[in-house]
C-alpha cells in the first residue's frame, strides 16, 4: 500500500476515534450546567447528585479525549507537513487560537469540576461548570472553524510561489460554512449527550434504583431529547443548503445526484451504481429539489456537470449521508415519544420504552460519525475545497514502512482505550449518582 | 513595528515562554508521575501524590498543546519539517503522554489493574520527559536537513550524545521539579521521603547542568560574550544553591521555586544557544531553519500577536486563580 493511502487511514482512523469523546463532552458540559444552575438555585441535594455523577463521567471522557486529541494536533505536522506548510498562514493561527481562547479554558476548569466539589464554595463551582461549557463549545467553535476552511476557503491570496496567503482572518474564520457547520456538530454533540442521560436515566428508572435523582436525571434527558433533535433539524437543513451553494459537487454525492435537472428526487434509502451513473432506490419525486428552496421545481446541479477527477466516492458520500438523516429521522421520533410519554406522566413505569433507551446510547456516535463521513469523504480529492488536492499534502519524507508501525501501534493502543473506556463508563453507571 | 523581524523575533519569544511555561509546569507533574513509585510508599501515599497533580495536570499540558499551535502559526516550515522528519521519535512522544495521560484515570476507576496503571504513569511520565529533551537538542545542536527544507537523517541520528545530553538534563530537571513539588504538597513521611529524593536530585543536577551548559559553550561559539547565557548559567546554580540550603532546613515551598528558577536557566540557555535558528542545519547553516526563512506572513503574526498579548494574560490569570483554589497540602478529600 502507499503512504498516502496509509496516512489518510490513519487520520481517519484517528480523528474517527477521537471525535468519539468530544461529542459526549459538550453535551455532558451542558448537563452539569443545567443540573448545578438549578443546584445552586434549588437547594436541592438531587441536583447536587446528578452533578457529581456527570461530573464523574466527565473525568473519563475528557481524559480520553485529551489524549486522543493531542495526537490530532501532531498529525498535521507528522504526516501532512506539505498541507502545513501551504496553510501555515491560515491554518496554524485557528490552532493557536483554539488552544489560546478555549483548550486552555476547559482544561484549566474542568480540574476544579472533577475535584474542587469539597474545596470551593457552591458559587465557584457553578462558575467551573459554566465555563468548562464555554470553553469546551469555544473550543468546537476553533476547531470547526478550521475544518470548514477547508471546506469552504476564504479570506486568503496565493502567492507567486503557490503559498496561500491570509489577507482577511475575519472572513477565514467566518468562512460561508462555518456557521452552519458549527450549529449542525453542536447539535450532534447535544443529541448524543440527550440519549445517553435519557438511556443512563431509563436503565436506572427501570431498575427502580437512585429514586428521585433518576427521576429527574430521565426528565432533564427527555427534554433534552425532545428538544434537540428539533432544533437540529432545521439546522441541518440550512447546513444542507449551505453545501448545495458552496460545495455543489459533495451535495450531489450525497443524493447520488447525477444529471442537472429540475425537479430532482430525495432517496430516503437507495444504492449509487458508480459504474453505471445511476441511483437505484425509494424516493420522493422532486423533494430534494424543493428542500433546496421550496420550490419543487429549482435546478439541483447534478455530478456529470463536473469533471470526474472532481468526483468523491459517490456511494460511500451517499450511504453514510443517510444513514445520518434516517438516525436523525429516528432521534426526533424517539424525543417526541419520550416527550409524550412525560406529558402524560407515564415515562416512569413505560418499561418497553425504557427498556431500549440503554441501547440506543451508541447510536448518536453512529450518526455523528456518519455526517462526519459525509463531510470529509465528500471533499475529496481536495484536502482543501478546490485549491489544493489531499495527494499533495501528504509528509515527503514519511514512509509507508514508518505509518504502517504508527497505524498498528494507534489501532492497538486505541482499542486498549476502547476497551477500558467501555467498562469503566459502565462501571461508572452501575456505581450511580450514589456512589461517594 | 511594521518590520517582519520584529514580528519573527516576537514570535520566537512567545514560543519560547509557552515551551518555558509547559516544562515547568508539565514538568513537575511528570516529575511526580515518574517519581511514585520512589516517593510513595503504600497505596495511600501514591493516592495523595497523583491527587496533587490531578486537578492540574490536564491544563498544564494545554502549555504543550498551545505551543505546538503556535509554532504552527508562527513557524509552519519548523513544525512540518520536525514533526514529519522525527516521525518515529514523535509516535513515541504521543504513545508516552497517551499513557501518561489516562493511567491515572484508569488507575482510580480499575483497582484490580492499579499497579499496571501505575507502571504507565511512571513510563508515560519520564519517557516523554526524556524525548522532549532529546527533540530539543536535535533542533538546538543540528541534524541533515536537505534543501527543500526537508529531514534528511534518520531516526537513530537523532540520539547522538549531545541531543541525550539535552534529555537527560530536562529529565533531571523534570524529576526535580516532581520532588520539589511533591515536598511543597505532602506531610510526614512522604514529605520526608520526599525531601530525601530532592537532596539527592540536587546533586544529580548540579552534575547534568555543569555539564550541560560547558557542552553548550563548547559546542555554540557564538554563546561566548552572550550575557543571556551568563544569566542562565547563574540563575541555574543559584536555583542548586538554594535549594541546597532550603532542603535543609526543610521548608516546604522554597524547594519548588528553586527547581523553576534552575529549569528556566536550562531553557534559557537553550533558546540563547538557539536564536535565531528554529532548527540549524548540520549539514552547513545555509540549510538551517531560522525565524526569517520559516514564517507565516506579517498579518499573520500580527493577528497571532493580538490574540497571545490579549489571551495567554488571562490564561495566566485563571491559571492562578485555579492553582490558588488547590493550594496548601493535598488532603485525603482531594482524591479521586
Known amino acids: 500500500m502507499d503512504a498516502l493511502l496509509l496516512a489518510r487511514i490513519q487520520f481517519a482512523f484517528t480523528i474517527g476515534f477521537h471525535f468519539l469523546f468530544p461529542a459526549m463532552t459538550l453535551g455532558t458540559a451542558l448537563v452539569i450546567l443545567i443540573s448545578e444552575t438549578l443546584h445552586l438555585m434549588k437547594k436541592d441535594d438531587v441536583y447536587r447528585k446528578i452533578t457529581d455523577f456527570f461530573a464523574r463521567l466527565l473525568g473519563l471522557i475528557f481524559v480520553v479525549g485529551a489524549a486522543t486529541g493531542i495526537v490530532m494536533e501532531f498529525s498535521f505536522g507528522t504526516n501532512w507537513s506539505q498541507y502545513s506548510r501551504t496553510v501555515g498562514d491560515i491554518f496554524g493561527p485557528i490552532l493557536a487560537a483554539e488552544g489560546v481562547i478555549a483548550f486552555f479554558l476547559e482544561s484549566v476548569f474542568v480540574g476544579v469540576l472533577i475535584f474542587g466539589r469539597k474545596r470551593v464554595s457552591p458559587k465557584v463551582y457553578w462558575l467551573a461548570a459554566l465555563l468548562v461549557f464555554i470553553g469546551g463549545h469555544l473550543s468546537a467553535f476553533w476547531i470547526i472553524v478550521a475544518n470548514s476552511w477547508m471546506q469552504t476557503p476564504a479570506g486568503y491570496e496565493i502567492d507567486t510561489a503557490g503559498k496561500i496567503i491570509l489577507t482577511s482572518f475575519y472572513d477565514a474564520v467566518f468562512n460561508p460554512s462555518m456557521i452552519a457547520r458549527f450549529s449542525h456538530t453542536v447539535l450532534a454533540s447535544w443529541i448524543t449527550c440527550a440519549v445517553m442521560v435519557s438511556g443512563i436515566a431509563g436503565y436506572y428508572v427501570r431498575k427502580g434504583l437512585h429514586g428521585e435523582t433518576a427521576r429527574t436525571m430521565l426528565k432533564i434527558g427527555i427534554i433534552l431529547l425532545a428538544i434537540t433533535p428539533l432544533i437540529q433539524l432545521g439546522a441541518a437543513h440550512g447546513h444542507a443548503i449551505q453545501v448545495i451553494d458552496t460545495q455543489p459537487v459533495k451535495a450531489a454525492a450525497m443524493e447520488g445526484h447525477f444529471k442537472t435537472g429540475r425537479g430532482a428526487p430525495l432517496y430516503v434509502i437507495g444504492y449509487v451504481d458508480e459504474g453505471n451513473e445511476k441511483t437505484y432506490g425509494i424516493y420522493i419525486p422532486k423533494f430534494f429539489s424543493f428542500l433546496y428552496n421550496f420550490d419543487f421545481n429549482s435546478e439541483i446541479k447534478g455530478l456529470k456537470d463536473f469533471p470526474k477527477e472532481n468526483w468523491p466516492p459517490v456511494n460511500v458520500v451517499f450511504q453514510s449521508y443517510h444513514i445520518m438523516v434516517g438516525l436523525g429521522m429516528f432521534f426526533i421520533t424517539l424525543g417526541l415519544l419520550g416527550m409524550w410519554l412525560l406529558w402524560t406522566g407515564k415515562i416512569y413505569t413505560a418499561k418497553w420504552y425504557l427498556f431500549w433507551l440503554p441501547f440506543f446510547i451508541p447510536l448518536p456516535h453512529l450518526a455523528h460519525e456518519s455526517g462526519w463521513i459525509t463531510a470529509e469523504v465528500g471533499r475529496q480529492p481536495w484536502i482543501i475545497y478546490g485549491l489544493m488536492k489531499t495527494a499533495d499534502a501528504a509528509s515527503v519524507v514519511v514512509s509507508a514502512g514508518e505509518i504502517v508501525f504508527s497505524l498498528v501501534m494507534f489501532a492497538l493502543v486505541y482499542l486498549l482505550l476502547f476497551v477500558m473506556f467501555v467498562r469503566l463508563f459502565v462501571k461508572i453507571v452501575k456505581q450511580g449518582p450514589a456512589a461517594p | ?336
Open chain 2, 1 to 336: 513595528m511594521e518590520n517582519i523581524q520584529n514580528f519573527q523575533i516576537l514570535w520566537f519569544v512567545l514560543i519560547f515562554i509557552l515551551l518555558l511555561g509547559y516544562a515547568l509546569l508539565d514538568g513537575f507533574d511528570m516529575g511526580v508521575g515518574a517519581l511514585l513509585p520512589f516517593l510513595g510508599g503504600n497505596k495511600e501515599e501514591k493516592d495523595t501524590l497523583i491527587a496533587s497533580i490531578g486537578p492540574v495536570w490536564d491544563g498544564n499540558e494545554v502549555w504543550l498543546i498551545t505551543g505546538g499551535g503556535a509554532l504552527f502559526a508562527a513557524f509552519p516550515h519548523a513544525y512540518a519539517t520536525a514533526f514529519s522528519g522525527f516521525y518515529l521519535a514523535m509516535m513515541l512522544v504521543l504513545l508516552a503522554l497517551i499513557f501518561r495521560a489516562v493511567s491515572m484515570e484508569f488507575r482510580a476507576n480499575d483497582p484490580a489493574r492499579a499497579g499496571l496503571w501505575e507502571k504507565a504513569l511512571v513510563g508515560g511520565s519520564a519517557l516523554a520527559a526524556l524525548l522532549f529533551g532529546v527533540a530539543l537538542g536535535n533542533v538546538i545542536y543540528g541534524v541533515p536537513l536537505t534543501d527543500k527544507m526537508e529531514y534528511a537523517g534518520k531516526f537513530f541520528t537523532l540520539l547522538r550524545p549531545v541531543p541525550l545530553l539535552f534529555g537527560v538534563a530536562g529529565l533531571a530537571a523534570v524529576l526535580l521539579q516532581g520532588a520539589s513539588w511533591a515536598v511543597m504538597k505532602t506531610e510526614g513521611e512522604l514529605q520526608e521521603r520526599s525531601f530525601q529524593a530532592v537532596r539527592v536530585l540536587m546533586w544529580i543536577n548540579v552534575i547534568t547542568a555543569l555539564v550541560y551548559f560547558v557542552v553548550l559553550s563548547v559546542t555554540f561559539s557564538r554563546l561566548s560574550g552572550n550575557v543571556l547565557f551568563y544569566v542562565a548559567v547563574v540563575l541555574t546554580f543559584a536555583g542548586l544553591i538554594g535549594l541546597f540550603f532550603s532542603a535543609r532546613k526543610k521548608n516546604d515551598v522554597a524547594p519548588f521555586w528553586e527547581s523553576s528558577f534552575s529549569f528556566v536557566g536550562l531553557f534559557l540557555a537553550a533558546g540563547a544557544a538557539q536564536f535565531p535558528n528554529l532548527i540549524a542545519a548540520s549539514n552547513g547553516p545555509n540549510f538551517s531553519l531560522t525565524i526569517y526563512n520559516s514564517s507565516t506572513g506579517l498579518y499573520t503574526l500580527q493577528v497571532m500577536a493580538v490574540i497571545a498579548l490579549i489571551g495567554m494574560p488571562i490564561v495566566i490569570g485563571y491559571t492562578i486563580f485555579v492553582y490558588r483554589l488547590f493550594k496548601g497540602k493535598t488532603r485525603a478529600d482531594d482524591h479521586y
